[in-house]
């Protein structure tokens, strides 16, 4: 292992390099290339990882929404297309009964689904906008980006208070431009709510976007006289949950309640948002999965090529060999000095691509981080998988080494001597 610290040694490496610069730098690209893509494959998939992370933070993501629909079979002495309205006490049904739910909102809404938005006026201007009647657990679902104020509490709903939270379209149709609406009244369906919060859109928002107005749910009961019913509830299951079979023993459940048929699948509609972010997850992860094949299948290319061209420089080189064979070179010698050509190569393409990657993701950071309609942030790579990807260049610099340096031990000195 001197050798490799001998001056000579590097010496004769980087002379074959100058002799031989165009086609050298031509085989470096290869692994170049492969680390660089890598690097920026990962980078990505992770940033979009972020991405999405970032955009359901603070969400229920194992989750369904279920509302009632109109039975699509005869059952029970009941005909078919039977409206099926939820009731509060649904709620408390599937909390206390199915196993593996965390906690049930029921939600209530003008304005959505096809239905008429109610009026909202302040002083001389006046819009239709949707309003929803919830409990303040609903920020558990989909979290509110809270602008000014607050959002619902609990003593909204014990005291039946009159009060609304306003999304910023709202803010901005309703009020002047520099006026602040917290502690002000506007008058929804002709009754007056004091504003105490703003929220910003979110983009986990489903219905709500920013023309919303939130009151709380017992004093929507009273001013739209909606009783006991409901529009519709949203399911939280605990993390690590089942969300597929939480939903089938939902619905079985709620099928027994109202006298619906057991095969009886129009009768509810749900959304499983639960099974939905598990296909966004898997995705992701077939992302990073097929950046990990195709970037390591790219070095290989690269390394392989960087093979290719050391043996064409043994052949070149086959009476210099001789000579030093002739000399006093060991054949551990001759097949050390190649192997560590070999490798050299490789960690300089490496090097080259892995500080090139870093660049890159930075300028794909810069031009994406004031992107808010795409899931994409802070794009990186780990340490393990920089030090997995040089591992792997480092052994197969090595291997791929072997095969030149074979070559060039297995020459006779006599033989390399007489080459023109």
């Known amino acids: 292992m001197k050798f490799i610290f001998t001056r000579d040694t590097w010496q004769e490496i980087f002379g074959a390099i100058r002799k031989n610069k165009m086609r050298t730098a031509i085989t470096i690209i290869g692994v170049f290339w492969g680390i660089l893509l890598f690097i920026v494959l990962q980078g990505a998939a992770k940033g979009m990882e972020n991405g999405f992370d970032n955009a359901f933070k603070g969400m229920a993501t194992n989750s369904i929404f279920l509302w009632g629909q109109q039975t699509g079979m005869p059952h029970g002495g009941f005909n078919r297309n039977r409206s099926i309205r939820l009731e509060l006490s649904d709620t408390d049904r599937i909390a206390n009964q199915i196993e593996g739910v965390d906690f049930v909102a029921p939600r209530n809404a003008r304005g959505v689904f096809g239905g008429a938005a109610p009026l909202v006026v302040n002083d001389t201007k006046s819009g239709s906008y949707k309003v929803f009647g919830d409990y303040p657990i609903i920020d558990k679902i989909a979290r509110k980006k809270i602008r000014k104020g607050r959002f619902l509490n609990q003593k909204d709903i014990d005291e039946n208070r009159k009060i609304c939270v306003i999304g910023e379209r709202v803010l901005t149709e309703l009020f002047d431009k520099d006026e602040d609406p917290i502690g002000q009244y506007i008058k929804i369906s002709n009754v007056y709510f004091q504003v105490v919060g703003v929220y910003k859109e979110n983009t986990t928002d489903f219905f709500e976007g920013d023309d919303s107005v939130f009151i709380p749910f017992t004093t929507f009961k009273k001013v739209y006289n909606s009783g006991n019913r409901i529009s519709w509830m949203v399911i939280a299951g605990y993390p690590d949950e089942d969300i597929v079979q939480v939903e ?89 000095q190649i192997i560590l050509e070999s490798v050299f190569l490789t960690l300089l393409a490496g090097t080259l691509g892995i500080t090139t990657g870093g660049v890159s993701l930075r300028l794909i950071n810069s031009i994406t981080q004031n992107l808010d309609d795409f899931p994409f942030l802070n794009p990186t790579v780990s340490i393990q998988y920089i030090g997995m990807a040089l591992l792997i260049m480092i052994t197969l610099g090595s291997l791929i080494g072997l095969i030149p340096a074979q070559r060039a031990v297995s020459v006779r000195p006599i033989e390399a001597l007489r080459e023109e």
């Open 248 to 336: 089938t023993k939902v619905k079985a459940l709620l099928k027994r309640r109202y006298s619906v048929h057991p095969d009886d699948e129009r009768a509810f509609g749900s959304a499983n948002f639960g099974e939905m972010f598990g296909k966004i997850t898997g995705f992701v992860k077939g992302l990073k999965f097929t950046a990990l094949v195709v970037g390591i299948a790219t070095i290989l290319a690269g390394v392989i090529a960087i093979g290719n061209i050391l043996l064409i420089t043994v052949k070149e080189r086959t009476k210099e060999i001789g000579i030093r064979r002739a000399l006093g070179a060991t054949p551990g010698e001759i097949r050390g």
